[in-house]
């Protein structure tokens, strides 16, 4: 079965960055888009962006295009999301999902904290 | 790209139904037929229940049902039961190639 493997919980201060890593298996890591989604402390989801590993490509809301930036490594179909110039209202669960094809979020990762805070 | 629309919560008695809205626009949900359902449990990632507007995942129960109509989108929970209560989010492909979540209903089963 799918299974996305996330990386631990992180505590980063205002303007640092964090690197958040999916470890993907169960599936070609090659024939599934990775997104990622975050969500606030009693809010709701937020699209970060998603990358096509097996091209690179990758797309971003315009909000976030300036901070966000996805990378894969295909050798160990591991996925990550790396965020700068952190703020506090970037504290979040952040998840990365996978997409088969159908544009949407079929199998998740159970999620990273990243708190940010002074 | 401005989120959709859901109602904050709904409710429905155990064995009743309950249907969600997820309002968009002509630039998303009206547009493409990519939209899609998820269930959140406290404290656990989101589940997939739908997709391409009424699209089952296998292993999703056939009581969960979804449709469109112009620029909203519909899940309909049939005979609910107590592990439905949760929150749900609807989803949508939009132009420029990005995606956009609703803000969230609370399902309450009575």
Redesign the interface.
């Known amino acids: 079965q799918v299974q996305l493997v996330q990386s631990g919980a992180e505590v980063k201060k205002p303007g640092a960055s964090v690197r958040v890593s999916c470890k993907a298996s169960g599936y070609p890591f090659t024939g599934r888009y990775i997104h990622w989604v975050r969500q606030a402390p009693g809010q709701g989801l937020e699209w970060m962006g998603r990358i096509i590993p097996v091209t690179g490509a990758t797309i971003y809301p315009q909000s976030l295009q300036d901070r966000v930036t996805l990378t894969s490594d295909l050798s160990i179909s591991t996925a990550y999301m790396d965020l700068s110039r952190l703020r506090s209202d970037d504290t979040a669960i952040y998840y990365c999902a996978t997409d088969g094809g159908n544009h949407d979020f079929d199998d998740w990762g159970h999620g990273t904290l990243v708190t940010v805070s002074a | 790209?401005s989120?959709l629309t859901q109602p904050p919560s709904a409710s429905g008695s155990l064995g009743q139904s309950v249907t969600i809205s997820c309002t968009g626009s002509s630039s998303d949900v009206g547009r493409?037929g990519?939209v899609?359902w998820?269930q959140q449990h406290p404290g656990k990632?989101?589940?997939?229940l739908m997709?391409?507007v009424s699209?089952r995942?296998s292993g999703v129960p056939d009581r969960f049902s979804g449709s469109r109509s112009g620029n909203t989108a519909f899940l309909t929970v049939s005979g609910l039961q107590a592990e439905d209560e949760g929150d749900y989010?609807c989803?949508s492909?939009a132009d420029t190639?990005?995606?956009?979540?609703?803000?969230?209903t609370k399902v309450t089963v009575l």
């Open positions: 790209q989120a493409f990519y899609s998820y990632a989101p589940k997939h997709y391409y699209q995942p989010y989803s492909y190639d990005i995606w956009v979540f609703g803000g969230g």
